[in-house]
C-alpha cells in the first residue's frame, strides 16, 4: 500500500464528503447521458498505490474524466512528497461544469501544498470533451506525453454514427464503449514506461466488438496487475452499477511479464488476496479472439487442464443461436394461455430444474399466435438445450442450462424467446442425450468458473458459448445418458463429481 504523510492536504478524507454533495448537484439525466461514477476515496487511494514507487524527479499527471478529484488527490497524496520528484504537472479534463468547483478547489490545495514542500507543481483543468480534444492530436501525428495516467473513465456505449465513432475511426482507434475510448486514448498518450492505473468495467475482456481494443492493449503496453471487487455491486454501490468492474496497471511500451491478481470482497479492500500468473494463464495460446481470463485460484482446475474438453461447437455439429422471438415486436401475437391457434413459447421463466414447465403461472406469456407473421421465428418440436442470456447478481452460477423435453407439448412447434440461448442442430432438435450431455456439462461448476474467468457481466451470450471448448459428441452423449438414467435431475454435487471423473 501506499505511504502517505500527515503533512498532505485534508482533500482526500474529505473527498467523499464532497463527491457525494456533488452527486446530489448532478442531474440524473445528464449524469447517465456523460455515464458518470465517481470513485470512492478507499479504491482512489488503493489505485494510487498500485504505480511504482520510484518515479521520475519529474511527473506529468493525466486524469481524464476527473469528476471532482478522487484520483487525482489519491496520486499527490502520495507522490507529493515522495523524495525524487521535484517537478509535479498534473492535466485533469473534466466536462460537467458542476464538477469544476470541487476539481479547481482540490488542485488549488495541492498547489498550496506544493509550495510549502518545495516542489513546483502546475495544474490545468480542461473543460472539454476528452476524446474529441485527445483525437486530433493524434490525428495530426503530434501527441502530449505523459509519464503517469490514473482514471475512472464513463462507460456509455458510442452510438456508430456518432461524432465520437468517427473521431476514433480517423485516429486508428475502434471500440464501441466510452470507457475504452478513454483508456485506448489514454494508451496513445503516455510516454515509453508511463503507467497507467485505472477502474474499467471488466466487459472488454471477451467479446468481438471489444476484440480491437484488446489487440492495442496488448500490442502498446504489458499488463502489471488486476484488482477484482468479488462483490460484483459494492466498488459503485451509491450509484447502484451492476456491472463487474477492475482495477487494471499497465506500462506503456514494457516486456509481458507475469501478472499479479488480486481480489477483495469490496472497495474496502476487505479480505484482500493476491497471487502472480503467467500472461498464458490469461490470454490463451491460440486464441484468436485474445479473451483476458481472470483466473480466481493459482491452482488450475480440472477443465483447463483437461485434454478431454477441446471440440467447437462446429466441429461438435451443434449450432447455438439467440432465442428468435422478440417479444415487444410480437406484442399483438403474445397469449397469457394456449389455445387452439397457438404454439407454446418459452422463456427463462418456464426453467424448472433442469427441464420445463409449460405452461406456467407467470408474468410471461406462455403461447404465441400461430400466423404468417410468426412462422419463420419459431423451430419444430424436439429436444433442446436452453441456456438463460442473464442472470442476477445474487445466482450461485452465471451459466444455467435446461433441457426441452418435446413430450410435454402437443403441437409440433415452438417460440424460444430472446434471453434464451438455444442449442439446436440447424434449426431441428439435438438428440435426446446430446441435449441432457450438454446441459449437464453446461451446469457444472469447473464450466461456470472457467467462465466467470472471462465474462464479467451478468450476459451470457451466444457469441461466449460458441467460443467455449466442450466435450466430443460421443463424451456429451454418454454424459446425457448417465443423466437421463438418474430417477430425478442429478444435484449439483452429482454432476460436479460425474464432470470431474470424465475431465
Not at 31 to 59: C, H, W
Not at 182 to 204: H, K, N, Q, W
Not at 359 to 375: D, F, G, I, S, W
Request: charged letters at 25%; aromatic letters at 10%.
Amino acid at each position: 500500500m501506499s505511504e502517505t504523510t500527515t503533512s498532505m492536504p485534508s482533500a482526500l478524507q474529505t473527498i467523499d464528503l464532497v463527491r457525494k454533495e456533488a452527486n446530489r448537484h448532478l442531474d440524473p439525466k445528464r449524469k447517465s447521458a456523460l455515464g458518470q461514477f465517481m470513485t470512492p476515496s478507499a479504491v482512489a487511494r488503493y489505485m494510487a498505490s498500485l504505480f511504482e514507487a520510484n518515479p521520475k524527479d519529474a511527473i506529468h499527471l493525466l486524469d481524464p474524466g476527473a469528476g471532482v478529484g478522487s484520483l487525482t488527490a489519491a496520486f499527490l497524496e502520495r507522490f507529493m512528497t515522495a523524495p525524487r520528484v521535484r517537478r509535479i504537472g498534473v492535466t485533469a479534463y473534466e466536462i460537467d461544469e458542476v464538477m469544476h468547483p470541487y476539481l479547481a478547489d482540490v488542485l488549488n490545495e495541492y498547489r498550496r501544498a506544493a509550495r510549502s514542500s518545495g516542489v513546483e507543481f502546475r495544474s490545468t483543468l480542461r473543460m472539454d470533451d476528452f476524446v474529441d480534444v485527445a483525437c486530433r492530436p493524434l490525428l495530426r501525428g503530434k501527441q502530449p506525453r505523459f509519464t503517469h495516467a490514473i482514471l475512472n473513465p464513463p462507460y456509455k456505449k458510442i452510438n456508430s454514427h456518432s461524432e465520437h465513432r468517427t473521431l476514433l475511426r480517423q485516429a486508428g482507434i475502434e471500440t464501441v464503449n466510452l470507457y475504452t475510448a478513454f483508456l485506448a486514448l489514454t494508451i496513445e498518450m503516455m510516454e515509453d514506461g508511463g503507467e497507467i492505473v485505472g477502474i474499467i468495467p471488466r466487459s472488454f475482456c471477451n467479446g468481438p466488438y471489444y476484440k480491437p481494443f484488446r489487440e492495442l492493449l496488448f500490442k502498446k503496453t504489458a499488463i502489471r496487475h488486476m484488482h477484482l471487487f468479488e462483490a460484483r455491486d459494492r466498488a459503485f454501490q451509491e450509484d447502484n452499477v451492476l456491472q463487474e468492474n477492475i482495477i487494471i496497471y499497465l506500462v506503456r511500451s514494457a516486456k509481458q511479464g507475469m501478472v499479479t491478481i488480486s481480489t477483495s470482497t469490496d472497495h474496502g479492500l476487505h479480505n484482500y488476496e493476491s497471487h502472480k500468473y503467467p500472461f498464458e494463464r490469461i490470454v490463451k495460446l491460440g486464441d484468436s479472439q485474445r479473451f483476458l481470463h481472470i483466473p480466481h485460484q493459482p491452482k488450475r482446475n480440472n477443465l483447463e487442464l483437461s485434454t478431454v474438453v477441446m471440440y467447437s461447437p462446429k466441429e461438435i455439429g451443434i449450432e447455438i443461436s439467440t432465442g428468435p422471438v422478440v417479444d415487444f415486436r410480437l406484442k399483438e401475437y403474445l397469449r397469457a394461455e394456449p389455445s387452439d391457434n397457438t404454439v407454446p413459447l418459452l422463456y427463462p421463466a418456464h426453467f424448472a430444474g433442469q427441464g420445463v414447465e409449460w405452461p406456467r403461472k407467470t408474468k410471461k406469456p406462455n403461447a404465441l399466435v400461430l400466423c404468417p407473421e410468426t412462422k419463420k421465428w419459431l423451430f419444430p418440436n424436439g429436444f433442446y438445450t436452453l441456456v438463460r442470456r442473464f442472470s442476477s447478481k445474487e445466482e450461485r452460477r452465471r451459466i444455467v442450462a435446461t433441457v426441452v423435453h418435446p413430450a410435454i407439448f402437443a403441437g409440433d412447434q415452438l417460440g424460444f424467446e430472446n434471453h434464451l440461448n438455444v442449442f439446436h442442430l440447424g434449426k431441428r432438435g439435438l438428440p435426446a442425450h446430446l441435449a441432457y450431455g450438454l446441459a449437464a456439462f453446461l451446469n457444472s461448476t469447473v464450466v461456470d468458473e472457467t467462465f466467470r474467468s472471462f465474462n464479467g457481466h451478468t450476459q451470457v451470450n451466444a457469441t461466449d458459448l460458441r467460443l467455449m471448448k466442450y466435450p466430443s459428441a460421443q463424451v456429451l452423449m454418454s454424459l446425457g445418458k448417465w443423466a437421463q438414467e438418474q430417477q430425478q435431475s442429478p444435484s449439483q454435487e452429482a454432476i460436479d463429481r460425474r464432470i470431474s471423473s470424465l475431465l
